[in-house]
């Protein structure tokens, strides 16, 4: 069956240090979202992706894409304490419209 | 303000007593799901509508019953609610489609003892 598979589960970061967060499913995707999750608040949407090797920035939030589209990668330069929280990726696959959610990876941020 | 409503946001009950946890978009959207959170589990698909009338279940739809009578609204009925449900549940809803972004309730915690 489809599944998503996310790692590191936690994180615990200097303020200033860089992270990232790998996703990867067991067939090849349509899509991928990502999705921040502040402790105590609800999931909310940061980006998708669609094309093999796509690479999209926000500020200092870079995601990826894999080529063959089975993985994904969000990595957050020069952490502040505002981001912390849970990142969540999201697999979609052609003909469903449903997602399967990673596990998740928490973050801290020690200043 | 473009936003999902649960409620209610906290709810303790006991074993086996009847629950319903309310769930509507002002968004106009057409898939709407539910979503239970547990620790390491990470976000798991409970039920989904793709329109008024037309549910289908996700990945733990055991226990769990829903409805879409009203494009707005779709409700989570807990029948005979068991302590392996309690869970943080979240709502969603989103445009329809492929690759549109899910919007998130604010969640219910939900303890059964």
């Known amino acids: 069956g489809q599944q998503v598979m996310q790692i590191p589960q936690y994180q615990h970061v200097q303020e200033g240090e860089d992270f990232t967060t790998y996703c990867n499913s067991s067939?090849?995707?349509?899509?991928i979202q990502w999705y921040k999750q502040r402790p105590g608040g609800h999931p909310v949407f940061l980006i998708q992706?669609?094309?093999?090797?796509e690479v999209k920035k926000q500020k200092r939030l870079t995601f990826q894409f894999g080529e063959a589209k089975k993985n994904s990668s969000l990595h957050i330069t020069a952490t502040q304490t505002t981001d912390v929280g849970t990142y969540f990726c999201?697999?979609?696959?052609?003909?469903?419209?449903?997602?399967?959610f990673g596990t998740g990876t928490r973050l801290k941020v020690l200043a | 303000e473009a936003q999902v409503t649960q409620n209610p946001r906290y709810l303790i009950t006991v074993t086996g007593k009847k629950l319903t946890v309310t769930c509507s978009q002002n968004?106009?959207?057409?898939?709407m799901s539910w979503y239970r959170q547990d620790p390491g589990l990470g976000l798991r698909q409970i039920y989904y509508?793709?329109?008024?009338?037309?549910?289908d279940k996700g990945d733990v739809p055991e226990g769990y019953k829903v409805s879409r009578k009203e494009k707005r609204n779709f409700p989570l009925i807990l029948e005979s609610p068991s302590p392996n449900q309690t869970s943080l549940y979240f709502c969603?809803?989103?445009?329809?489609?492929?690759?549109?972004?899910?919007?998130f309730g604010q969640g219910t915690r939900l303890t059964v003892v």
């Open positions: 999201a697999g979609g696959w052609s003909g469903t419209y449903k997602y399967i």
């Open positions: 067939t090849t995707l349509s899509n």
């Open positions: 992706l669609v094309k093999s090797g």
């Open positions: 968004m106009n959207h057409e898939y």
């Open positions: 509508s793709m329109n008024v009338e037309v549910t």
């Open positions: 969603a809803s989103n445009l329809g489609g492929k690759g549109t972004e899910a919007f």
